[in-house]
């Protein structure tokens, strides 16, 4: 199994240019997840969905930031305008989402810099 | 606020020493605390744990569940340099449905010296 991919793995842009975070949960799995890790506030949940459907966002910070996941197998974090402060490692996970067993299994994050 | 506190924030032991983290809790309808290893990438899992008193064992690491003091310890034996990386705790709660969102502490950065 390929495990969680996400990319790209390193994004450098500047203030004001739109950003789109890729993912690829792992086959089979139900449940998506994005997080957010900072030195200053660690690991956040941004938004996660359950069988494709959005179902808590309210971890995202502002309207600037969306998410979709249009099926199964890819989901996107996007960032429309971005601006420095959203400068951090974004990590994508999923989870087999069923049954009670929610071990969720990460992938390799991708790296934003908004200078 | 649901939250949860991980201590020390930091620690540093040398090689062969037996290290105790702590993460202790505070949250709404609590299903199950989860306890990752982090070295520069990505998080990856350790134990699952949602009973309490029943440790859970790997190698050298262990852990268990007291929910009724609302807290969790990681225990690693005869560390090692590789045993070097952020520990972090994580705790889910129900939503009424299927899986949830991960609620994670601020780690413990853990570095084993030679």
């Known amino acids: 199994d390929a495990g969680v991919i996400q990319s790209p793995r390193h994004e450098v842009t500047e203030m004001g240019q739109e950003v789109t975070l890729r993912c690829k949960p792992i086959?089979?799995?139900?449940?998506l997840f994005w997080y957010r890790q900072t030195m200053m506030r660690g690991l956040e949940l941004l938004i996660y969905?359950?069988?494709?459907?959005?179902?808590?966002d309210s971890g995202m910070p502002e309207d600037r930031f969306s998410a979709k996941m249009p099926n199964a197998s890819f989901s996107t974090l996007k960032i429309q305008p971005s601006e420095p402060r959203d400068s951090a490692v974004y990590f994508c996970?999923?989870?087999?989402?069923?049954?009670?067993?929610?071990?969720?299994?990460f992938g390799a994050g991708t790296r934003l810099s908004v200078l | 606020e649901d939250k949860v506190v991980q201590s020390p924030l930091s620690l540093v032991v040398h090689e062969g020493d037996t290290v105790t983290l702590n993460c202790s809790y505070e949250v709404t309808n609590f299903r199950s605390l989860l306890w990752y290893k982090q070295e520069k990438k990505a998080p990856t899992f350790l134990f699952m744990l949602t009973s309490s008193g029943i440790e859970k064992k790997s190698g050298r690491l262990s852990s268990i569940l007291d929910k009724k003091e609302l807290f969790s310890i990681l225990n690693i034996t005869a560390t090692q340099t590789g045993d070097s990386a952020v520990y972090l705790c994580a705790v889910e709660m129900y939503s009424g449905g299927g899986a949830d969102g991960l609620t994670f502490g601020k780690g413990t950065h853990l570095i084993i010296q030679p």
């Open positions: 969905f359950n069988n494709n459907v959005p179902i808590d």
């Open positions: 996970a999923s989870s087999p989402g069923q049954g009670g067993v929610n071990i969720q299994y």
């Open positions: 086959s089979g799995h139900n449940s």
